[in-house]
């Protein structure tokens, strides 16, 4: 019985093995036709993620509202028409206390009509009655400690290397994880690709050394791009973070923006 | 001693589970995309992908490097820090290709910047449209030198 | 932008009030209805295998009536819980990638794993180890296809001896006590999906894994005595009342336990007062007004809280048949009023914007993928399910298994 036992055993053994050793070449076939499935071309070949790291900052007392910025970005990117923003414009009019109250401000009023891409015309509040009003432009804050990638379950949204962070459309499952876990409501479900989608600091055109289109377009210098590995000492990037008190968007959820700020207001959200 | 023996149907268990778990396993290798964690938990193929979009906008650079003298004069002007595209749009066809015509600018267009707005700097210069002189921008002021006159 | 884009911008923009972040202002939410049916249908799943559990590990021998049923329930809502994601997802055919390359750092890349465990190693299995004896004598009986399936099933072990049924039960017993915690994370990582969101201030809370879980326990027990009504009422049976009675008694202490650590979050919520306190409150008057109130307060809670309440003070002067019409009658309001909770915690944090200054108006449609229509087939789906279930696996002819709940006793 027991040398039966051991035969059968041998026997299995062997013929497991055997089988292994065939179908090998075959899985490997099988693996590397799977794996082509996802893998892509490339793009440029001189470009190496790990030399730069990108960043832009907002001086928000030179933006003027123009809203140029939301448009270009809307036609470089291909952004769906509709409530989809990779970058917009907020406005942000405070009023004067009503007459009598011992407040300093009265009511705030934030408005960002389609993104600002069109502009701002006209004003809600007679001139009168405003004691502040200014611009913020928006977009992703570029967290160092980014909650969207965090809960992203299939690793589709990442920080890359340079700084920024971006989606990976062909393995996005939609699931909107992300899109919930930004405090900033930088991101959206794109409706065409129905992945997320948001700004990619256009990856496309930094990685061939041109500037993002909203940087590019700004007529009043409000967005500052750079790249801090690769500074000159007269960098514009440089002026602004030396020469400026500076400041994030909700610091206390612990996220690390790194996207600065300059005249930021405490209304500001 | 009596030799152990596995229960049967804790045997048939047991092997169901490898069997499972085997196949999930080879699941994995096969189907886990091949640049997947070259930089971190992401296909690394996806740099690539997201880099290899086309530009829309041609950037100020490109323009200058064909109308020079126009870039001159927005040097030395008001204008130095007004890209060209922001005012005659996406031209990066016409950059590429010379026999593509350039987007016209309209004729209102310098109102969307300088139209009077409380909220914008007061440092900017805006006018309030009824109250200026009541023609076109052009008749006064050239684009690319906005204080000197035609 | 052309006449028929700016037209097609303004469909597209629905009503808010006040000041909404531009990407928050949808015509639809992130998260639809079928977000709000997944928590429920899981919830249902661990509130009942937690009262079966009560059964085999706490050894309440009232319930025991009720242990197969509950049991066959619990699998007939896991076997539909995964179909509100794939019809949510905007790629339900890149599902696979979550086993493939799971992003541990993300609660929700633990669902393929947790469910996978819980439905195999825990569900399937405890369920396996119960009908074995049954499985291998239908399995010499019954003829045609039931035959082939009961054969399938017995897995090609037909030892029924003695010390065989002895061991299904000690199985099905550590199963049980494993089961216990599984359950408890296979709802509760839901919880932890929106506890987890430090943006959104009316889900980022550590209480809400474990107001999700005793939701749970409270709608999974008003479940099966639900479906136990309504089975003995379908097959003409008398009613064991010693079970009813301590399925109720159950029921209560889950909601009440449930409703104190709600109210708690709540009570927090208005004391601390922090800076998103305002907003949600113009977001609860205005969009939760009747779904809390009336839905998950009234009629789910305090209704239930009465009725329940009264019938552990008087139980044996409160006549038979009224006891179960306040019982069935609780359990309703209790299943409708969890459904409630589910809404108003998944929808209410995507009516406010996180801006602090907005609340949204969202469209909810009833075709389309993620609309009322799919929520509706999806929760009456497991009914179906389960009635495939009965008559394949609780017969009549055969009473539950005798032996192994003997054994189970004893051991």
Redesign the interface.
């Given at each position: 019985m027991k040398t039966q036992l051991n035969r059968r055993y041998a026997l299995v053994r062997l013929g497991a093995a055997i089988a292994g050793v065939l179908t090998l070449p075959v899985a490997r076939k099988a693996k590397a036709a799977v794996q082509n499935f996802f893998v892509s071309s490339g793009a440029p070949k001189d470009y190496d993620a790990t030399e730069h790291k990108w960043l832009m900052c907002l001086d928000a007392t030179k933006c003027i509202g123009c809203g140029l910025c939301a448009e270009a970005c809307k036609k470089e990117n291909d952004v769906p028409p509709g409530p989809y923003y990779r970058t917009w414009v907020e406005r942000y009019i405070i009023t004067k206390p009503k007459p009598g109250s011992s407040d300093t401000r009265g009511e705030t009023l934030v408005d960002s009509p389609d993104g600002g891409m069109h502009g701002f015309s006209g004003c809600p509040v007679p001139t009168a009655q405003i004691e502040q009003s200014f611009f913020v432009p928006k977009l992703c804050n570029l967290c160092e400690n980014p909650p969207c990638v965090q809960v992203c379950p299939v690793g589709a949204t990442f920080k890359a290397p340079d700084g920024a962070v971006l989606i990976d459309k062909t393995y996005c499952l939609g699931c909107g994880f992300c899109i919930q876990a930004c405090p900033y409501g930088a991101r959206f479900l794109s409706p065409v690709t129905h992945t997320a989608e948001k700004c990619t600091l256009c990856y496309h055109r930094t990685t061939r050394g041109l500037k993002p289109a909203c940087v590019e377009i700004c007529p009043a210098q409000a967005r500052i791009f750079g790249d801090l590995k690769n500074l000159t000492p007269d960098d514009p990037l440089r002026q602004f973070y030396e020469n400026n008190r500076t400041q994030v968007l909700k610091p206390h959820l612990g996220t690390v923006p790194r996207v600065l700020y300059a005249g930021l207001d405490e209304e500001v959200r | 001693m009596r030799r152990f023996r596995l229960?049967?149907?804790?045997l048939?268990?047991v092997l169901?589970t490898l069997a499972?778990v085997g196949s999930?396993l080879v699941?994995?290798?096969?189907?886990?995309?091949?640049?997947?964690g070259q930089?971190?938990?992401?296909?690394g193929?996806?740099?690539?992908?997201?880099?290899?979009?086309?530009?829309?906008?041609a950037?100020?650079k490109a323009c200058a490097e064909c109308h020079t003298d126009v870039a001159q004069k927005l040097a030395h002007s008001e204008?130095k820090?007004?890209?060209c595209?922001?005012c005659h749009g996406?031209n990066r066809e016409h950059a590429f290709n010379h026999d593509v015509a350039p987007l016209k600018v309209p004729d209102s267009y310098c109102l969307?910047?300088h139209?009077a707005?409380?909220?914008?700097?007061k440092w900017?210069k805006q006018i309030v449209v009824k109250e200026h002189y009541g023609v076109t921008c052009t008749d006064c002021h050239l684009p690319h030198q906005p204080t000197q006159t035609p | 932008m052309t006449g028929a884009l700016t037209n097609t911008v303004a469909e597209a923009m629905p009503a808010f009030t006040g000041y909404v972040y531009p990407n928050e202002a949808t015509a639809h939410p992130i998260w639809s209805v079928l977000i709000v049916v997944y928590p429920y249908i899981t919830g249902l799943v661990a509130g009942a295998f937690i009262m079966a559990s009560l059964v085999r590990v706490f050894k309440v021998k009232a319930l025991e009536p009720v242990y197969r049923f509950s049991m066959l329930t619990a699998l007939a809502f896991l076997l539909c819980a995964p179909l509100p994601l794939l019809c949510h997802l905007g790629h339900p055919e890149r599902c696979f990638e979550i086993m493939m390359t799971p992003h541990l750092t993300s609660p929700m890349a633990v669902f393929g794993f947790v469910y996978a465990w819980y439905l195999m190693a825990v569900l399937l299995l405890e369920l396996w180890f119960d009908y074995r004896h049954d499985l291998v004598v239908w399995s010499k009986t019954e003829t045609g296809l039931k035959g082939i399936l009961y054969r399938l099933l017995t897995v090609g072990v037909t030892d029924i001896s003695e010390p065989a049924v002895k061991l299904d039960a000690r199985m099905g017993q550590i199963l049980s006590i494993v089961g216990i915690p599984s359950a408890f994370l296979l709802h509760g990582y839901v919880g932890f999906i929106f506890g987890s969101i430090k943006a959104n201030p009316w889900w980022g809370n550590p209480l809400m894994p474990i107001i999700f879980i005793l939701s749970a326990m409270s709608s999974g027990i008003a479940l099966c005595v639900f479906n136990y009504l309504a089975l003995t009422w379908i097959r003409r049976r008398q009613v064991d009342m010693r079970c009813l009675d301590a399925m109720a008694m159950f029921l209560f202490y889950a909601l009440v336990v449930d409703a104190a650590v709600e109210a708690l979050d709540w009570l927090h919520r208005a004391f601390a007062a922090e800076e998103g306190f305002q907003v949600l409150q113009v977001m609860i008057r205005e969009k939760l007004f009747y779904t809390l109130n009336v839905g998950q307060a009234a009629i789910g809670t305090l209704l239930p809280f009465l009725l329940l309440g009264s019938l552990q003070l008087l139980r044996r002067r409160v006549p038979e048949l009224v006891r179960r019409r306040m019982i069935f009658s609780s359990a309703v309001m209790i299943l409708a009023g969890v459904l409630a909770m589910r809404w108003n915690v998944v929808m209410g944090g995507q009516l406010f914007s996180k801006s602090l200054r907005g609340v949204m108006s969202h469209k909810f449609e009833f075709t389309g993928g993620e609309g009322w229509g799919m929520s509706l087939f999806l929760l009456i789906l497991p009914f179906v399910i389960l009635t495939v279930l009965v008559k394949l696996f609780y017969s009549e002819r055969l009473p539950a298994s005798e032996p192994a709940a003997q054994a189970g006793g004893a051991a």
């Open positions: - | 229960p049967p149907q804790i048939r268990l169901l499972i999930y699941a994995r290798t096969l189907l886990t995309p091949q640049s997947f930089y971190g938990w992401y296909r193929d996806a740099l690539g992908e997201i880099a290899s979009r086309t530009p829309v906008f950037g100020a204008h820090t007004v890209a595209e922001a996406a969307r910047c139209e707005n409380p909220s914008r700097p900017f | -």
